[in-house]
């Protein structure tokens, strides 16, 4: 399919995994992340592959980045057919412990990085009277697990806040909108929890089989290939071994 679309957290796991798979089935795709080596590394392999990528170095917490994304990609590309939310920080620690700026962290990314990169992209989305947004949410946003008070809270925001935008975007402009719900993907997610008691509880958690990436990524792809008469509201997808 020849549509445009801008992938966040595209340097590396789910992210990075959705680019190739979107790449791959015609899509020009426009990798956004901190992390400009591994974008340009990515954006190689997707040409290598004969694909089309565009690299931009952006923070999702500045909406500075994320209007200059948007218009990079308009002028590189013409337009953008969609949107999807993917960066995201999952610094796990029990609440007694108050760790308030990775409290912050996540909600500056998880949340108003999705809020960011809904207001830079919605114009666009309006002009072409269609589109897509995927959020990536979590299973995260339907039950509570250890050290996850506020990262829970994050997904959940993010899950109630596509719902909104789905009733107020779809049946006006035809925008479509879903969350995706995860269970534990095999990515580097984790890497960022610092508290030693949820580190020990995580290599519980690593003895599971978990998700691909690729999984995700088929998700999505399929998200993105129904009929604009289809909504996919929710995906929540769990590996076979998770309660
Ligand atoms: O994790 P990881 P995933 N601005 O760490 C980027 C959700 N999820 O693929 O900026 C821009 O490999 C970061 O890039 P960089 C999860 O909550 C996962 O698993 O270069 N980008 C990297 O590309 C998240 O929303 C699981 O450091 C920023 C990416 O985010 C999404 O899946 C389960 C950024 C993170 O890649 C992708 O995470 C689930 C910023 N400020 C939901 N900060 C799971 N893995 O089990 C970070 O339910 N990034």
Redesign the pocket.
């Known amino acids: 399919e020849d549509k445009v679309l801008i992938i966040?957290?595209?340097?590396?796991?789910?992210?990075?995994a959705t680019a190739k798979k979107l790449s791959q089935d015609g899509a020009k795709v426009v990798l956004?992340?901190?992390?400009e080596d591994?974008l340009k590394t990515l954006k190689q392999d997707i040409e290598n592959n004969n694909g089309e990528a565009l690299v931009i170095s952006?923070?999702?917490?500045k909406s500075d980045d994320f209007k200059n994304a948007v218009q990079q990609t308009v002028d590189k590309f013409g337009k953008v057919d969609g949107l999807i939310n993917?960066?995201?920080?999952?610094p796990l620690s029990f609440v007694e412990k108050l760790k308030t700026d990775e409290w912050e962290q996540m909600v500056?990314?998880?949340i108003k990085?999705v809020l960011n990169g809904v207001a830079a992209v919605l114009p666009e989305l309006k002009k072409n009277k269609g589109g897509d947004i995927i959020n990536?949410?979590?299973?995260?946003a339907h039950r509570y697990f250890p050290g996850g008070a506020v990262y829970c809270a994050t997904?959940s925001a993010v899950k109630m806040f596509s719902e909104g935008l789905r009733q107020e975007l779809s049946p006006k402009y035809g925008i479509n909108v879903t969350s995706i719900?995860?269970?534990?993907?095999?990515?580097?997610?984790t890497?960022t929890i610092t508290d030693e008691d949820i580190k020990e509880k995580m290599k519980e958690m690593q003895k599971m089989t978990?998700l691909e990436?690729e999984d995700i990524a088929n998700a999505i792809h399929y998200t993105l290939t129904q009929p604009a008469r289809v909504n996919i509201n929710d995906v929540y997808i769990v590996p076979t071994e998770q309660k």
Do not use: C, F, H, Q
């Not at 956004?32 to 992390?35: D, E, H, I, V």
């Not at 993917?86 to 999952?90: C, E, P, R, V, Y």
């Not at 990536?136 to 995260?140: K, L």
């Open positions: 966040t957290g595209a340097s590396s796991g789910i992210g990075e956004m992340a901190r992390s591994k952006g923070d999702v917490t993917n960066a995201g920080l999952m500056d990314v998880n990085g990536i949410s979590s299973m995260a997904k719900e995860p269970g534990a993907v095999d990515t580097n997610l890497s978990t990436s």
